[in-house]
């Protein structure tokens, strides 16, 4: 799986999600910081990411374009520390991987 983590989610994210073997990318590392969130949902969807964020707009954007991908994780946890994120996305990704790949 890939992951193209928004501006919300911390970067130290993206080495944990590699080090479990997944291909990650924060939108920071690639200069795309101030990317649209319509155009974030397309860099996704064209390169097969699954995309990790704290926004609740990607969810809105797609299901308003009634598209089945990308998939989209939203956190929105009262603790947005790196740690408290690594132990739910963990929890996310063993139990609904066939979920996020389908869309």
Known sequence: MKFLLDMGISPKTVNFLNNL???AVHLH???LH???DHDIL???KKEG???L???LDFGELVAASEAK???VIIFRLRNMHPER???YMHKVIKEHKDELIKG
């Open 21 to 23: 073997g997944y291909n």
């Open 29 to 31: 590392a690639l200069g």
């Open 34 to 36: 101030k990317l649209p």
């Open 42 to 44: 397309k860099k996704a």
């Open 49 to 51: 990411c699954i995309i």
């Open 53 to 55: 964020t704290h926004d």
């Open 69 to 71: 991908l990308p998939s």
């Open 85 to 87: 994120v690594k132990t």
